[in-house]
């Protein structure tokens, strides 16, 4: 049998069900290679094996009593710092906070816990998950588990390179600017961020720009969307969600359809900063492109416009947050420059520039979605570059790190404002080894098509026998 991080989480789901292995034998597993392997990687910050191992030993005595078990039944995963789970340091990344013990899991990680889901720790994050790279000042950066010199991503870096490196076998991350796509495509992963209110406990509609949704990391298609159907399992009180669905495994292990893709590499950054793809991110997007008329579908053009205003609205609502984020003054002094910089920004704004910039952006989803509407899917790069060197975002002044991140991540973000699915696939090795992915961008509640489509890229991809 091969190594039991090998398989897939799929496989490893029905391996525990036949009780070929226990769920206390995968736990253990995991925890080994995490202690071999943390060292080097940081994608952890907190190993939580003591507890990890109880609800293993668990997992294993309900195998022998019951028959119906929860989806997830003895999986192990981790959650990224900035989600509470009971019991264990919430840092957020940040070393401005007071870290304190959570006394209760967060929705998410109820929702992940009664699906039976094993947590091995929480995993590295940019303070306050504000930027696409996995760097604070509290632990070590979270790197790149193909060239570690390389960042991970973020604000789910940690996550990704935890999957990435077979230090679990899928993991949850939010996704409020493109921190589930982005580590995703810069580790090799599937990362999809779901359609605004599609996730009950991560819906997009807690935070005042309505941009942050809940999503899965995977190494396939199949364990991404496993993962998605535990986390929409529960009880939905929100009156704006997405619409009904049946089982995402299903879709992605049918993985049927053809449909009219548009494609495009026009940014909304693009009035504000010089985007420019580099020969890799070009070679992803063509080969992605190629790679799916070669399925059978149509690929056109899409001749799109964005408004001149995004980049300043954008980051008028992403940042407001910080303005009344609860931070003693004495304590400022422990943020990152990028952080302390975004703060007293947002702090300076009036109310009335915050409903402006809110009013901008509402118009930007409605005038964006009605372009879309012209065709199934868009495509585009899902990074502007190959994953940027440790140290790379900060080694200057905010605003220079800030205009990298756009320059990075240019088509990501535009997608949590107008709050469709999306979904990152690998499609290009490098010649130095890295991974190179397209982003697929579907209609509202589109998440079954971006995970068939997703399906058929991998196939196609798939070294032949």
């Not at 599609?198 to 005042?208: A, C, E, I, K, M």
Request: aromatic share 6%; charged share 20%; net charge negative.
């Amino acid at each position: 049998m091969s190594d039991l991080h090998e398989l897939t989480a799929l496989e490893q789901r029905d391996g525990l069900r036949r009780r070929e292995f226990s769920s206390r034998e995968l736990t253990e597993h995991y925890l080994r290679r995490i202690e071999e392997q943390n060292g080097s990687l940081g994608a952890f910050i907190t190993v939580t094996a003591e507890s990890a191992m109880a609800e293993a030993r668990a997992a294993d005595e309900r195998t022998l009593r019951e028959e119906n078990l929860p989806a997830l039944h003895g999986l192990p995963l981790a959650h990224k710092d900035l989600t509470d789970v009971v019991g264990v340091v919430t840092t957020h990344g940040s070393a401005a906070l007071q870290h304190a013990v959570a006394a209760a899991d967060s929705p998410l990680a109820a929702v992940l816990r009664r699906a039976g889901a094993i947590s091995l720790g929480k995993t590295q994050v940019p303070e306050f998950g504000l930027s696409c790279y996995s760097e604070n000042l509290i632990a070590p950066p979270s790197r790149n588990p193909l060239d570690p010199a390389l960042s991970s991503g973020g604000s789910s870096g940690g996550s990704a390179a935890a999957v990435a490196a077979g230090l679990v076998p899928f993991a949850p991350g939010t996704d409020g600017g493109g921190s589930v796509r982005i580590p995703a495509a810069a580790t090799g992963l599937i990362g999809l961020k779901p359609n605004r209110g599609r996730v009950p406990s991560g819906s997009g509609q807690t935070d005042l720009g309505q941009f942050v949704v809940a999503g899965p990391l995977a190494r396939t298609t199949a364990d991404a969307a496993l993962l998605l159907d535990a986390m929409v399992d529960e009880p939905n009180y929100h009156a704006t969600s997405a619409a009904a669905h049946g089982p995402f495994l299903d879709a992605a292990q049918r993985a049927e359809g053809r449909f009219r893709i548009g494609a495009s590499t026009l940014s909304p950054f693009a009035p504000a900063f010089p985007i420019e793809l580099d020969d890799d991110a070009r070679a992803a997007f063509d080969a992605g492109l190629k790679a799916l008329s070669a399925i059978g579908h149509d690929v056109v053009d899409a001749n799109l416009r964005y408004d001149e205003r995004y980049h300043e609205t954008f980051q008028t609502v992403w940042t407001a947050g910080l303005a009344v984020a609860r931070i003693p003054a004495a304590r400022e002094p422990d943020l990152t420059e990028l952080a302390r910089t975004l703060r007293r920004r947002a702090q300076q704004r009036s109310a009335t520039d915050l409903a402006s910039s809110i009013d901008i952006l509402r118009q930007f989803e409605q005038d964006t979605i009605q372009q879309y509407s012209g065709f199934d899917m868009i495509a585009t790069p899902a990074l502007g570059m190959i994953p940027r060197p440790i140290g790379w975002y900060t080694d200057s002044d905010a605003d220079t790190d800030y205009m990298r991140q756009c320059q990075y991540s240019p088509f990501t973000s535009m997608v949590n404002v107008c709050g469709l699915p999306a979904i990152s696939v690998p499609v290009l090795r490098t010649r130095g080894g890295l991974s190179m992915s397209i982003q697929l961008i579907g209609r509202p509640s589109a998440e079954a098509e971006l995970l068939a489509l997703s399906a058929q890229l991998e196939k196609h991809f798939r070294p032949k026998a």
